[in-house]
T-cell receptor
Framework: KAGVTQTPRYLIKTRGQQVTLSCSPISGHRSVSWYQQTPGQGLQFLFEYFSETQRNKGNFPGRFSGRQFSNSRSEMNVSTLELGDSALYLC?????????????FGSGTQLSVL | AQTVTQSQPEMSVQEAETVTLSCTYDTSESNYYLFWYKQPPSRQMILVIRQEAYKQQNATENRFSVNFQKAAKSFSLKISDSQLGDTAMYFCAFMTITGNQFYFGTGTSLTVIP
C-alpha cells in the first residue's frame, strides 16, 4: 500500500501570494488532517476532513482553507501569504474502526515565504 | 483546554545507553490515547508507541517503553540501547475519544552520540 503523498516537497513564495498544497491519503482512508509545524511550536492542528466534509478545525485565520475530493485527496490553500506562514505543512490520514486512532503522515511540504 | 508539554527541547545520549523523554498533558477526558511519534531528518513522522488510557499496563515496543502515570498525567518515553538511527525529533501526543482530535507537544530533539 502506498503511503501518504504530499506535493510539492518544497515551495518558495512571496508575501501576498497564495499557495495550494496537495495530499493523497493511504488508499481506503477517508480522513485527512493538516498540521503546521514550526520550530518551538510543535504541530498545530489546522483542520480535518472526512468524506469531503470538514470535521474539525483549529485556531487559524480564515486565510487557511481546505477541501477534500470524492477520492479523499485533499488540498490546503493559504491566501495572502505572510512571513509567519513559513513552516512545514504536514498531512496525515487515518482509517476507521480499529485503526481510527493511528495517524499516518506524509513527508510534508516545506513552505518558505519571502 | 487540552495541552501537551514537553519540557526538554533537546537531549543527547551515548550510543547503547538509555534515555528518558518527558511528557505531561492536560485533559478533562477520562478516556484517550497517548502516542510518541518520531520525526527523523527525512521529515516523515513515524508512530513509535501507543498507549490506551484505560489500560494500566505500560506499553512496550522492542527498545521503546513508556511510563504512564494517569493520575499525574505523565507519559514518558524510555529508549533502551540507543542507536544512531534514534536521532530524531520526538513528539508526544494524545487523542481524545469524544473530540476525536489530536494534540501534540512541541517536541524533543534527541541526538545519539557515537
Amino acid at each position: 500500500k502506498a503511503g501518504v503523498t504530499q506535493t510539492p516537497r518544497y515551495l518558495i513564495k512571496t508575501r501576498g501570494q497564495q499557495v495550494t498544497l496537495s495530499c493523497s491519503p493511504i488508499s481506503g482512508h477517508r480522513s485527512v488532517s493538516w498540521y503546521q509545524q514550526t520550530p518551538g511550536q510543535g504541530l498545530q492542528f489546522l483542520f480535518e476532513y472526512f468524506s469531503e466534509t470538514q470535521r474539525n478545525k483549529g485556531n487559524f485565520p480564515g486565510r487557511f482553507s481546505g477541501r477534500q475530493f470524492s477520492n479523499s485527496r485533499s488540498e490546503m490553500n493559504v491566501s495572502t501569504l505572510e512571513l509567519g506562514d513559513s513552516a512545514l505543512y504536514l498531512c496525515a490520514s487515518r482509517g476507521e474502526g480499529s485503526t481510527n486512532e493511528k495517524l499516518f503522515f506524509g513527508s510534508g511540504t516545506q513552505l518558505s515565504v519571502l | 483546554a487540552q495541552t501537551v508539554t514537553q519540557s526538554q527541547p533537546e537531549m543527547s545520549v551515548q550510543e547503547a545507553e538509555t534515555v528518558t523523554l518527558s511528557c505531561t498533558y492536560d485533559t478533562s477526558e477520562s478516556n484517550y490515547y497517548l502516542f510518541w511519534y518520531k520525526q527523523p531528518p527525512s521529515r516523515q513522522m513515524i508512530l513509535v508507541i501507543r498507549q490506551e488510557a484505560y489500560k494500566q499496563q505500560n506499553a512496550t515496543e522492542n527498545r521503546f517503553s513508556v511510563n504512564f502515570q494517569k493520575a499525574a498525567k505523565s507519559f514518558s518515553l524510555k529508549i533502551s540501547d540507543s542507536q544512531l538511527g534514534d536521532t530524531a525529533m520526538y513528539f508526544c501526543a494524545f487523542m481524545t475519544i469524544t473530540g476525536n482530535q489530536f494534540y501534540f507537544g512541541t517536541g524533543t530533539s534527541l541526538t545519539v552520540i557515537p
